[in-house]
């Protein structure tokens, strides 16, 4: 049996065991699902806590959030999504897919839906549907509207097999060109 609680006019939350604390302003759950149908959002973990007050949903363990209306799948261990700002903050090792085209593996992520942003500054790799692969040594920031990434150091391994190495760079992965 499923408990569904709606705890706001954005939020469901779908869970088998639910505790309410402080006057109903915390809610905790285990094997949570969270659905936002105004922003287009699925989220699902083991463990969540959400805080009506600052409108914080956070997750941990096997979590997977998913904006259906951008095509972006997240996996990672633990991660909060803040309604107010629209951005989803990880924690620990996480894995993007954006659209089937991008792949993204690196650690402490962010998701800044209001921009269009996805940036770290911890080691990322990203693979595009072509095989190429974008290593970034300390931090990228990826455009998701232009397609394009800014880092200040990077190798590139093409389809040939070919490294390319950069400083202050910035990749147009639509056309595959360094700018």
């Not at 505790?19 to 969540?48: H, M, P, R, V, W």
């Not at 633990?78 to 700002?85: E, G, H, P, S, V």
């Amino acid at each position: 049996f499923f408990f569904s609680i709606v705890l706001s006019d954005e939020v469901d939350i779908i869970s088998d065991k639910v505790k309410i604390l402080e006057n109903g302003n915390i809610i905790e759950s285990i094997q949570t699902s969270a659905i936002i149908k105004k922003k287009g959002i699925y989220i699902e973990g083991d463990y969540s806590v959400y805080n009506k007050e600052t409108d914080i949903i956070k997750f941990e363990k096997n979590v997977l959030f998913n904006d259906r209306t951008k095509n972006i799948t997240v996996e990672t261990e633990k991660a909060q999504y803040n309604q107010n700002l629209d951005i989803l903050e990880t924690t620990g090792t996480t894995n993007i897919k954006i659209e089937n085209k991008y792949y993204i593996a690196s650690s402490d992520m962010f998701y800044d839906r209001k921009s269009q942003k996805i940036y770290s500054k911890r080691e990322t790799t990203i693979k595009d549907i072509s095989g190429n692969i974008y290593n970034f040594e300390n931090s990228f920031q990826l455009d998701l509207v232009k397609e394009i990434i800014s880092t200040k150091k990077t190798n590139v391994i093409d389809t040939d097999n070919n490294i390319y190495i950069f400083e202050n760079a910035k990749i147009n992965l639509a056309s595959k060109e360094i700018l």
